[in-house]
């Protein structure tokens, strides 16, 4: 699907799905179908068809609708965990398929073993950037759960490059404390709890530096992790031959 194309409301894909007989794999957008394609040639043998939804929210609505009007294709859900990596998921959910980590962006990581591109001197600097980016990222997350409206979702870059911004940001508020356990909960575990954009954003500050030889974008970096075919993407392709059997 092209970006320039208007992307089909929930009403419309709900009206496409009605007329279809094909297994259909409802998935979120176009970053993860370089992912979800892969996985629909593994299951050629059951002729699926991957349809990304456009986001998490249009997946969930979507289910709704084919629960209350049931189709006649087969259908699974997939989503990236995102909040649902800290908080859970209700119950209701459990039918849904989900990334292990925040996104498949996390699940890519580690069966890419991207860090392995790196030298010794980049996986030096991006533990360095990690670790001054989730001091910001575990205190704007803590407070957007709290409802203060801060973003958790500010690029890599301005965080990292723009002092003002970060030493602002982290300036606690009155009567605030910092959530250190929550800090060190996600930089023990940041290859699943950081948010998989951020993450990524990390990657590509090392592996396209401008003294690099080879320079890797995040598109090639999701190609070289779903092409490993690790124990993750194995993981969401059976459970979808599942869901669609």
Not at 165 to 192: A, K
Not at 214 to 219: A, R
Request: glycine content about 6%; proline content about 3%; overall charge negative.
């Amino acid at each position: 699907m092209s970006s320039s194309k208007p992307r089909p409301s929930v009403d419309e894909l709900f009206a496409l799905l009605k007329k279809t007989t094909i297994p259909t794999i409802l998935v979120e957008g176009k970053d993860d179908i370089i992912i979800y394609r892969r996985i629909e040639d593994d299951l050629d043998d059951i002729g699926v068809d991957m349809l990304p939804a456009g986001n998490k929210g249009s997946v969930l609505e979507l289910r709704e609708k084919i629960k209350n009007e049931p189709i006649s294709a087969p259908i699974a859900f997939v989503v990236d965990k995102d909040l649902w990596v800290y908080y859970g998921c209700e119950e209701k959910y459990s039918d849904v398929i989900t990334t292990e980590g925040y996104s498949i962006e996390n699940d890519v990581f580690f069966d890419g073993e991207l860090l392995s591109l790196m030298s010794a001197d980049e996986v030096a600097l991006f533990h360095q950037e990690l670790a001054k980016f989730l001091r910001w990222y575990a205190l704007t997350l803590h407070r957007s759960n709290l409802g203060g409206g801060d973003s958790y979702r500010e690029s890599a870059f301005k965080v990292l490059n723009d002092d003002l911004f970060y030493e602002t940001s982290i300036e606690l508020r009155d009567d605030e404390q910092y959530p250190e356990e929550f800090f060190h909960e996600i930089h023990e575990r940041y290859g699943d709890l950081l948010r998989g954009k951020s993450l990524f954003a990390l990657l590509v500050r090392q592996l396209s530096h401008g003294n690099r030889r080879t320079k890797f974008s995040v598109n090639q970096l999701m190609e070289i992790g779903a092409s490993r075919k690790g124990t993750r993407y194995i993981k969401i392709r059976d459970k979808i031959r599942q869901a669609i059997d």
